[in-house]
């Protein structure tokens, strides 16, 4: 476990799955530029859970190209797969409070159950605990399970909170969102909290390290402005503190699509071999 520091912080937290790309460094200069306004501290954190797909060589080509851009951060830089107990512990406070349950069903079961299920505007899955004995039965019989969190037990638990929860957006989400913003989990579904082969997930390991970290401003793409609604629930359950949210707009390339890791040319590497300098790149993207 690490301390949890005084002060606003903002952060940028990317996978090492890939190379940075030109949008990494838009999202992590729009973190800088947000510590600078707030008084606060630069934290940058290596999201890498998903073993199968993050790399050691990533990671140190993000630290090298993050340094390239003339960016400045705390150290130690925390590592997700280091801290495997702390969101164990987190799931072990909602599991002792029956907040989250075993599923047993597969990723193709899921999608036939959210097939099947009247749902609104976006196919969530929603799903129960099994019968004791027949998870009994599954468990003796070394069936693989995700830990979920239910939705049901979560509005219980929280009573009038649970659709009260806000939150404050900063930046702006996809459809313009921006000031105050009311979660709503129920969106979400009941999200896989541990997945079966590796013991926790993005949203629990990102609300866990935000509240350890002492980030005051979650800076980060508006493709993840949809995630705050099952992370500001996460926070009201764990009883941890609600960051002010800056979510921004992506960047598109040429063709207007956002950029992705499979786009070479728009590594920060190939842009820097190209001769291009750091300040240059700050000064395309809009920060001097
Ligand atoms: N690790 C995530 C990513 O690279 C970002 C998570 C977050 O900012 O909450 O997309």
Same mark, same amino acid.
């Given at each position: ?37 707030? /008084? /606060?501290?630069? #934290? ?12 050691? $060589? ?82 003796? $019989? /070394?069936?693989?399970? $995700? ?15 649970? @659709? ?23 969106? $979400?579904? @009941? ?14 390991? #990102?609300? #866990? ?21 099952? &992370? ?33 040319? &728009? ?8 001769? #291009? ?12």
């Amino acid at each position: 476990m690490t301390e949890t520091r005084a002060g606003p912080a903002s952060r940028f937290a990317p996978s090492p799955t890939g190379r940075l790309h030109r949008g990494h460094a838009f999202s992590a200069l729009t973190a800088v530029a947000t510590t600078r306004e707030i /008084g /606060g501290r630069f #934290v940058l954190r290596i999201e890498d859970i998903d073993t199968e797909r993050c790399r050691p $060589a990533f990671e140190a080509a993000i630290l090298e190209d993050l340094a390239w851009l003339g960016l400045e951060w705390e150290t130690p830089v925390r590592r997700q797969s280091e801290h495997l107990d702390d969101y164990a512990a987190a799931l072990e406070r909602l599991r002792a409070r029956g907040l989250v349950y075993r599923c047993f069903k597969t990723r193709r079961e899921v999608l036939d159950d959210i097939a099947r299920a009247p749902h609104g505007r976006v196919a969530a899955y929603v799903g129960a605990p099994l019968p004791a004995d027949e998870e009994a039965r599954r468990l003796a $019989a /070394g069936g693989p399970f $995700a830990w979920r969190l239910s939705l049901a037990a979560a509005r219980a638990a929280l009573g009038a909170a649970f @659709d009260a929860l806000h939150f404050t957006e900063i930046g702006r989400g996809p459809e313009g969102q921006t000031g105050p913003q009311r979660a709503r989990p129920e969106l $979400a579904g @009941d999200v896989i909290l541990a997945r079966k082969d590796l013991g926790v997930a993005y949203h629990l390991a #990102v609300v #866990v390290d935000d509240a350890l970290q002492g980030i005051s401003h979650v800076v980060r793409g508006e493709d993840l402005f949809e995630a705050v609604h099952v &992370q500001r629930l996460l926070q009201a359950l764990l009883g941890l503190p609600t960051p002010i949210y800056r979510h921004h707009r992506l960047l598109l390339g040429p063709d207007g699509k956002r950029f992705a890791k499979r786009d070479k040319a &728009q590594t920060l590497a190939d842009i820097r071999a190209s001769g #291009v300098s750091a300040e240059a790149l700050r000064a395309e993207l809009g920060f001097s």
